[in-house]
């Protein structure tokens, strides 16, 4: 049994904890964002994905 999360997956996890409700047009387009963002992320090298989150602590995001 394959258990990686898929970009998909992932963006419908993040996408059932929000707290805001969203029509279905808004949720589909959230989702087909957050799908290519978690592909990217996903695709990072381990120095990569450090200056991403890096940077991200500096916005405050993180």
Do not use: C, N, W
Request: glycine fraction near 4%; charge should be negative.
């Amino acid at each position: 049994m394959d258990t990686r999360m898929t970009p998909v997956m992932l963006a419908i996890e993040f996408l059932r904890r929000e707290d805001k409700p969203l029509t279905p047009a808004q949720y589909l387009s959230k989702l087909q964002q957050l799908t290519l963002e978690f592909a990217d992320l996903q695709g990072l090298t381990t120095r990569e994905l450090r200056e991403e989150i890096s940077y991200a602590r500096q916005l405050g995001i993180h």
